[in-house]
């Protein structure tokens, strides 16, 4: 077998491409995420300097350009450090691209003389990758360091490197001249992930090179895992170190039937299997059987035997492996000595069946032999010895958990960048060579990698260079930026695209298309052509090829998706300036999409009919009182979502509705039967006035008297209906039986907001994926594409079957609550008041109507540390709840938290698979029990809390800080504060009658000692 091994940098584990029956290349699963957390943590000291921080501060700032940042996407956190670390801010201090690089500008340094690299790692695990710091870690997103140092470290760090891979941060290292290299291999999570300047100048071009593996996701998936551990007498007296790294290993994997697959075998001059891949398939099981395990013995060492043993018995159907299913097969082999056989044989045996090697050689093993077992050097471990072999732990994890076969032709792409070079679209060109520019920085430009051409036209097509013209990135890039507008008219999309075909998308062109490697097409136009697209467009994706349609100014959106090889891939933005925002979309589709995905997608080969361009489209839009200062940006948006539609009585329709207190018609779908005439009216639009806020009696409105004949709908033919609802707060009447109202009827509501609680959002939208939020209705203009691409492309048919996934209201009772009990039990409580907290828990309990149907209770613990004792799902009945109460014990500890445990508990109580009813909309309630006042910040939690729609009450004792619990509860909630927990009894009738909603009951006049009137005060914010 011929082993051609070729290196590509990947986020953990190298690809290997290799040849024998089939080619194949081993890499980590290469999929680009939206979602990941990463902390810059960057070197501070005088080894950087004033002079040359200007360069790592341009280094971030590019870098965080191409990344996709927001609070569902990527976050970004930063830290500089030199003899101790600094936060810059966290990973949820700033949510926006815009802020994150504004904040970045004004970065200076930190200044020192010492680095200190172990005390800087742990303290980015322990402050930074949490969710206090804005870290989504228990939600798997893909956690990731970059760490940047100019010096060696005067602290040890391995302790704290291992920690941070045996919590799957994925560590990248920058070296800049005075930096050790060995030193930042060891902290990276794989000595791939390393980067070395010699200058502070060079970082300008590590954004690029950075960003793929920065944003390729890794996950782990079903695998088959053989540990084939030497049994000979080369481990004589060292075997239980062996096999309490086996034990670690797999208490670190996804163990079980459907996940992950262990099998142990022991081998010398032969092999003993422990367990195959389907005897034992508990994890604990498999755990206590490793820690049982015996030293096989044997004198000879036949490594070459026993993986053709392995090979032929063990990677079976009959073993229990998956390998007949695709299921990626990997072996752990340990060796201590050098082998009495041939290895290359069994090796050669193993690659052929694609099993996976990775090899750690101990004591005496022969490095040249077991080179010849694995895929790649890298796979090639080594262990110090065998006592400390549990070093090598969190390295061998990281394999396992994120290298995998794939196909290697799935790297090579032909993309050909057609752009409009007419003379009306002269003012624009730079914003489309700048994008064209920018999606080529994104890719990995090579002959044998991505091959990029530009085709501009007008009237007549010219092609600027071919697939074959230039074969790296920056002569790509240098080309480009000598574009120039060929002038010209009318617009011809039509011959253009058949020049592509006939003259690009060909071998003398520089296409692949032979070679089985995929075809991209990636049109810009302003215009609708001349020229007819639909014969062109079916020949270009008849031929395998995958147009993407993007069009900004008068271009067509019917057009777009005609020419699109599928209507998603169909873009349309109200002005060319937007086109940066489609430039990370745009690259990511090429970059992702694989010959067995496009074969996949069902093209759309033929133009839509003209059943499916007939769109009726409702604007609902708040014209009360508290909207008026933003009127004008609404009227903005809507005449732009107008330009962008095919507006025409026997296309699409559309009508605008405003709503306050009531809804009012200002025209109906049959109003006007013109864009233009549309548009007239739009600009003429004024809020209507009104101090309420009442959504759910104006979709009444809509559904019973605009969506009908009458109006102007023609729900009655089958033509899709749409709702876009732009609402500015939080309604004043019930909006729950309305939405359902308005969706049975068969519309389907788009809906945007600000200031609104996202659950009342998704109430009303047609599902989670058309709801969408701003800040500021300034901006409107960034959801554009978000709406017209659903109103251009759903149907009917898809609308309906959308609808039909709504499901009937639940079964709750009419006083139904969720009731989460938050209580100190740090060490400033004690035992003897946490039993006082307790017996009032109890006492309150009994008194509530506790039931699946009614009302649910959680309690939780928290110091430094967050300890759930029982979640909602838990009692459904109270004698199980006071059951679970009376076993509650003081936990203790130190620091107080706050912050940690409020975020804790909107995140995993305040959930449904926690048992929580908030998405049902049943009342959630937070009960704060605080004996001292917080070490952490509060800010960020409570305002979760408070977004979250949880009311919370307050109770203080001894050192609590009421100006905290204040914050905490804000309006709508109350504070009570006893001197001593020994008197929460007498406070007791208050906090129900409150939790109630009842009259407060009348106080007991009080005679109190002087100085303590304070803590008697009730605080009220109903």
């Given at each position: 077998?011929?082993?051609?091994?070729?290196?590509?940098?990947?986020?953990m584990?190298?690809?290997v491409?290799?040849?024998?029956?089939?080619?194949?290349?081993?890499?980590s699963?290469a999929?680009l995420a939206?979602?990941?957390?990463?902390?810059f943590?960057l070197d501070?000291?005088?080894?950087?300097?004033?002079?040359?921080f200007p360069f790592?501060?341009?280094?971030l700032?590019n870098?965080?350009?191409?990344?996709?940042?927001g609070i569902?996407d990527?976050?970004?956190?930063?830290?500089?450090?030199?003899?101790?670390?600094?936060?810059?801010?966290f990973?949820?201090?700033?949510?926006?691209?815009?802020?994150?690089l504004s904040?970045l500008?004004q970065?200076r340094?930190q200044?020192g003389?010492v680095?200190?690299f172990?005390?800087a790692l742990d303290?980015?695990?322990s402050?930074?990758?949490t969710?206090a710091?804005?870290s989504?870690?228990d939600?798997?997103?893909p956690?990731v360091?970059?760490f940047l140092?100019?010096?060696?470290s005067?602290?040890s760090?391995?302790?704290?490197?291992n920690?941070?891979?045996?919590?799957g941060?994925l560590t990248?290292c920058?070296?800049v001249?005075?930096?050790?290299?060995a030193d930042?291999?060891?902290?990276?999570?794989?000595?791939?992930?390393?980067?070395?300047?010699?200058?502070?100048s060079?970082?300008?071009?590590?954004?690029?090179d950075?960003i793929?593996p920065?944003?390729?996701y890794i996950?782990?998936?079903?695998?088959d895992?053989?540990?084939?551990?030497d049994?000979?007498?080369?481990l004589a007296g060292q075997?239980?170190a062996?096999?309490?790294f086996v034990?670690?290993?797999?208490?670190d994997?996804?163990?079980?039937?459907?996940?992950?697959?262990?099998?142990?075998?022991?081998f010398?001059?032969n092999v003993?299997?422990e367990?195959?891949?389907?005897e034992?398939p508990?994890?604990?099981?498999?755990?206590?059987?490793?820690k049982?395990m015996r030293?096989?013995?044997g004198?000879q060492?036949n490594?070459?035997?026993?993986?053709e043993y392995a090979?032929?018995?063990?990677?079976?159907?009959?073993?229990?492996?998956?390998i007949d299913?695709?299921v990626?097969?990997f072996l752990?082999?340990?060796a201590?000595?050098?082998?009495?056989?041939?290895?290359?044989?069994?090796a050669?045996a193993l690659k052929?069946?694609n099993?996976v090697?990775f090899?750690?050689?101990?004591?005496?093993?022969y490095p040249?032999?077991?080179?010849?077992?694995?895929?790649?050097?890298?796979?090639?471990?080594s262990?110090?010895?065998?006592?400390r072999?549990?070093?090598?732990?969190?390295?061998i994890?990281?394999l396992?958990?994120?290298?995998q076969l794939?196909?290697a032709?799935?790297?090579?792409?032909?993309v050909?960048?057609?752009?409009?070079?007419?003379?009306?679209?002269?003012?624009s060109?730079?914003a489309l060579k700048?994008?064209?520019?920018?999606v080529?920085q994104?890719m990995?430009?090579?002959?044998?990698?991505?091959?990029?051409?530009v085709v501009?036209?007008?009237?007549v097509p010219?092609a600027e260079?071919?697939?074959?013209?230039?074969?790296?990135?920056?002569s790509v890039?240098?080309?480009?930026?000598?574009?120039?507008?060929m002038?010209?008219s009318?617009?011809n999309t039509g011959?253009?695209?058949?020049?592509?075909l006939?003259n690009?998308?060909?071998?003398?062109g520089?296409?692949?298309d032979d070679?089985g490697v995929?075809?991209?097409?990636i049109l810009v136009?302003a215009?609708k052509s001349?020229d007819?697209?639909?014969?062109p467009?079916?020949s270009?994706k008849?031929?395998g090829?995958?147009p993407?349609a993007?069009?900004?100014?008068?271009?067509?959106?019917?057009?777009?998706?005609?020419?699109s090889?599928?209507p998603?891939?169909?873009?349309f933005?109200?002005?060319?300036?937007?086109?940066?925002?489609?430039q990370e979309?745009?690259?990511?589709?090429v970059?992702?999409?694989?010959?067995?995905e496009?074969?996949?997608?069902?093209?759309?080969?033929?133009?839509?009919?003209?059943?499916?361009?007939?769109?009726?489209?409702?604007?609902?839009?708040?014209?009360?009182?508290?909207?008026?200062?933003?009127f004008?940006?609404?009227?903005e948006f809507?005449?732009?979502?107008?330009?962008?539609l095919?507006v025409?009585?026997?296309?699409t329709?559309?009508?605008?509705v405003?709503?306050?207190?009531?809804a009012?018609?200002d025209?109906?779908?049959?109003?006007?039967?013109t864009k233009?005439?549309?548009?007239?009216?739009?600009?003429?639009l004024?809020p209507?006035?009104?101090?309420q806020?009442?959504?759910?009696?104006?979709l009444?409105?809509?559904?019973k008297?605009i969506?009908?004949r009458p109006s102007g709908?023609?729900i009655?033919?089958?033509?899709?209906?749409?709702l876009?609802?732009?609402?500015s707060?939080?309604s004043d009447?019930e909006?729950e039986?309305p939405?359902?109202?308005?969706?049975q009827?068969?519309?389907a509501?788009?809906v945007?907001?600000?200031n609104?609680?996202?659950?009342?959002?998704?109430q009303?939208?047609?599902?989670p994926?058309?709801?969408f939020?701003?800040?500021?209705?300034?901006d409107l203009?960034?959801?554009?594409?978000?709406?017209l691409?659903p109103v251009t492309t759903?149907t009917t048919q898809?609308?309906?079957?959308?609808?039909?996934?709504?499901?009937p209201?639940?079964?709750i009772?009419?006083d139904?609550?969720?009731?989460?009990?938050?209580?100190?039990?740090?060490t400033?409580?004690?035992?003897?008041?946490?039993?006082?907290?307790?017996?009032?828990?109890?006492?309150?309990?009994?008194r509530l109507d506790?039931?699946e149907?009614?009302?649910?209770?959680?309690?939780?613990?928290f110091?430094?540390?967050v300890?759930p004792?029982?979640?909602?799902k838990?009692?459904?009945?109270?004698?199980?709840?006071l059951n679970?109460?009376?076993?509650l014990r003081?936990r203790?500890?130190?620091?107080?938290?706050v912050?940690?445990a409020l975020?804790y508990?909107?995140?995993?109580i305040?959930?449904k698979?926690a048992?929580s009813?908030?998405?049902?909309g049943?009342?959630q309630?937070?009960f704060l029990?605080?004996?001292?006042r917080?070490?952490d910040?509060?800010?960020?939690?409570?305002s979760?809390?408070?977004?979250?729609?949880?009311k919370?009450?307050?109770?203080?004792?001894?050192?609590?800080?009421?100006?905290?619990?204040e914050r905490?509860?804000?309006e709508?909630?109350a504070?009570?504060?006893?001197p001593q927990f020994?008197e929460?009894?007498?406070?007791?009738?208050r906090?129900f009658?409150l939790?109630?909603?009842?009259p407060?009951?009348?106080?007991?006049?009080?005679?109190?000692?002087v100085g303590?009137s304070f803590?008697?005060?009730?605080m009220l914010?109903?």
């Amino acid at each position: 077998m011929c082993v051609q091994q070729i290196l590509y940098a990947h986020m953990m584990s190298t690809c290997v491409f290799f040849c024998d029956a089939s080619c194949y290349f081993l890499c980590s699963t290469a999929v680009l995420a939206n979602q990941r957390d990463i902390i810059f943590l960057l070197d501070g000291s005088a080894n950087v300097g004033n002079t040359n921080f200007p360069f790592v501060r341009d280094f971030l700032v590019n870098l965080v350009r191409l990344l996709q940042v927001g609070i569902d996407d990527v976050r970004i956190g930063v830290v500089q450090f030199s003899e101790n670390p600094k936060t810059e801010f966290f990973l949820n201090t700033f949510l926006t691209k815009s802020d994150v690089l504004s904040r970045l500008s004004q970065l200076r340094l930190q200044g020192g003389s010492v680095l200190n690299f172990g005390s800087a790692l742990d303290f980015v695990l322990s402050d930074h990758f949490t969710e206090a710091g804005g870290s989504r870690i228990d939600e798997n997103v893909p956690q990731v360091l970059v760490f940047l140092a100019a010096g060696p470290s005067s602290d040890s760090f391995r302790q704290a490197a291992n920690s941070l891979a045996r919590a799957g941060v994925l560590t990248f290292c920058i070296g800049v001249r005075n930096a050790v290299r060995a030193d930042l291999q060891q902290i990276a999570f794989n000595p791939q992930m390393v980067y070395f300047k010699d200058d502070f100048s060079s970082l300008a071009a590590l954004p690029q090179d950075m960003i793929r593996p920065l944003t390729t996701y890794i996950r782990e998936r079903k695998k088959d895992i053989l540990f084939l551990t030497d049994g000979s007498a080369n481990l004589a007296g060292q075997f239980p170190a062996v096999r309490d790294f086996v034990v670690r290993v797999i208490s670190d994997l996804d163990v079980k039937p459907d996940g992950v697959r262990v099998a142990v075998a022991q081998f010398s001059d032969n092999v003993q299997v422990e367990f195959n891949f389907e005897e034992i398939p508990s994890k604990a099981d498999i755990l206590q059987k490793v820690k049982r395990m015996r030293i096989k013995s044997g004198r000879q060492l036949n490594i070459g035997a026993a993986l053709e043993y392995a090979q032929r018995n063990i990677f079976v159907r009959g073993a229990g492996s998956r390998i007949d299913e695709g299921v990626p097969q990997f072996l752990v082999l340990l060796a201590a000595g050098r082998s009495s056989d041939n290895v290359e044989q069994g090796a050669n045996a193993l690659k052929r069946a694609n099993v996976v090697p990775f090899v750690i050689r101990a004591r005496t093993a022969y490095p040249a032999e077991l080179e010849k077992i694995v895929f790649d050097p890298q796979f090639l471990i080594s262990a110090d010895s065998l006592s400390r072999i549990v070093e090598v732990h969190p390295k061998i994890v990281n394999l396992l958990k994120t290298t995998q076969l794939a196909p290697a032709e799935v790297q090579k792409k032909d993309v050909v960048f057609l752009i409009e070079g007419s003379d009306g679209i002269r003012s624009s060109f730079p914003a489309l060579k700048t994008f064209i520019e920018n999606v080529v920085q994104s890719m990995k430009v090579g002959l044998d990698d991505i091959r990029v051409a530009v085709v501009q036209y007008s009237n007549v097509p010219k092609a600027e260079f071919l697939l074959n013209a230039h074969p790296d990135q920056n002569s790509v890039i240098s080309a480009v930026r000598r574009l120039s507008p060929m002038g010209g008219s009318p617009v011809n999309t039509g011959a253009a695209l058949n020049f592509v075909l006939r003259n690009v998308f060909v071998s003398q062109g520089g296409s692949r298309d032979d070679e089985g490697v995929p075809l991209f097409l990636i049109l810009v136009t302003a215009e609708k052509s001349r020229d007819d697209v639909e014969r062109p467009s079916i020949s270009l994706k008849g031929r395998g090829a995958i147009p993407f349609a993007i069009g900004f100014g008068n271009a067509d959106i019917s057009e777009l998706q005609t020419i699109s090889f599928v209507p998603e891939l169909s873009l349309f933005i109200p002005d060319v300036r937007q086109l940066s925002n489609l430039q990370e979309v745009i690259s990511k589709r090429v970059i992702l999409l694989s010959r067995e995905e496009i074969e996949t997608m069902e093209p759309i080969l033929l133009p839509p009919t003209t059943v499916d361009r007939k769109r009726d489209v409702v604007f609902l839009v708040d014209g009360s009182q508290s909207a008026v200062p933003d009127f004008l940006s609404v009227r903005e948006f809507i005449e732009r979502l107008v330009t962008s539609l095919n507006v025409d009585a026997d296309a699409t329709r559309v009508a605008v509705v405003q709503f306050s207190d009531d809804a009012r018609a200002d025209f109906l779908l049959n109003t006007y039967s013109t864009k233009d005439e549309v548009q007239v009216a739009v600009r003429r639009l004024r809020p209507k006035g009104g101090r309420q806020l009442n959504i759910g009696s104006a979709l009444e409105f809509v559904s019973k008297n605009i969506f009908t004949r009458p109006s102007g709908s023609r729900i009655e033919e089958g033509v899709p209906q749409f709702l876009i609802l732009l609402i500015s707060r939080q309604s004043d009447d019930e909006v729950e039986d309305p939405a359902l109202e308005v969706k049975q009827v068969g519309v389907a509501p788009l809906v945007v907001g600000k200031n609104v609680d996202i659950q009342e959002l998704v109430q009303i939208g047609l599902s989670p994926e058309y709801v969408f939020q701003v800040s500021t209705y300034q901006d409107l203009s960034s959801l554009t594409q978000n709406l017209l691409t659903p109103v251009t492309t759903l149907t009917t048919q898809e609308i309906r079957r959308l609808i039909g996934e709504i499901r009937p209201p639940p079964d709750i009772g009419t006083d139904a609550k969720d009731v989460v009990f938050l209580i100190d039990s740090s060490t400033g409580v004690g035992s003897d008041n946490t039993a006082r907290i307790r017996d009032f828990i109890t006492r309150f309990v009994e008194r509530l109507d506790v039931g699946e149907r009614q009302v649910r209770v959680a309690l939780v613990q928290f110091s430094n540390n967050v300890f759930p004792e029982f979640y909602l799902k838990d009692c459904r009945a109270k004698s199980d709840l006071l059951n679970a109460l009376r076993r509650l014990r003081y936990r203790g500890g130190a620091p107080l938290n706050v912050g940690k445990a409020l975020d804790y508990v909107v995140k995993n109580i305040f959930v449904k698979p926690a048992g929580s009813r908030r998405e049902d909309g049943v009342p959630q309630h937070l009960f704060l029990i605080l004996g001292g006042r917080s070490q952490d910040d509060i800010s960020r939690p409570a305002s979760a809390l408070q977004a979250s729609g949880i009311k919370s009450l307050g109770i203080g004792a001894g050192k609590a800080d009421s100006a905290e619990l204040e914050r905490i509860t804000r309006e709508g909630s109350a504070v009570f504060f006893v001197p001593q927990f020994t008197e929460l009894q007498g406070i007791e009738n208050r906090i129900f009658a409150l939790f109630q909603q009842l009259p407060e009951p009348p106080l007991e006049p009080e005679i109190l000692p002087v100085g303590q009137s304070f803590f008697s005060k009730v605080m009220l914010r109903f």
